[in-house]
């Protein structure tokens, strides 16, 4: 079975800094496309950053220039470092990657469980 594991959320402070990171785990032959989304309160998850396997990033808007999403392939893990954050970055920020999984070799799109970063302002 595979999963992804989140850690690193918390409370912070405007202004401040958190990373967070994501382990998938599992029979696992490759790993395509991660990213990070979130959800805010009342709100609609939403894209904020993806890393293609060979690195390619795409950011939201509204966190270009305050977040970097990195990834080790070797380890199987994806970053979210974030700073400058601001309250209206209050969500809960969900991992996701598209996933090989071995024997099969069916691409499966698997999300963690969800990690909470609030900000305090």
């Known amino acids: 079975q595979v999963q992804l594991v989140e850690s690193g959320g918390g409370l912070v402070q405007a202004g401040g800094s958190l990373r967070l990171s994501c382990a998938a785990s599992?029979?696992?032959?490759?790993?395509?496309?991660m990213g990070w989304y979130r959800q805010g309160p009342g709100k609609q998850r939403e894209l904020v950053a993806t890393i293609t396997s060979s690195g390619v990033t795409n950011y939201a808007d509204s966190v270009k220039g305050r977040f970097t999403i990195s990834r080790d392939n070797a380890k199987k893990m994806v970053y979210l470092q974030m700073s400058s954050l601001k309250p209206e970055d209050t969500a809960v920020y969900y991992c996701?990657?598209?996933?090989?999984?071995?024997?099969?070799?069916?691409?499966?799109?698997?999300w963690g469980q969800g990690a909470q970063v609030t900000v305090s302002s």
């Open positions: 996701n990657a598209a996933i090989r999984e071995w024997p099969t070799l069916r691409v499966t799109n698997y």
């Open positions: 599992g029979s696992i032959s490759s790993i395509n496309n």
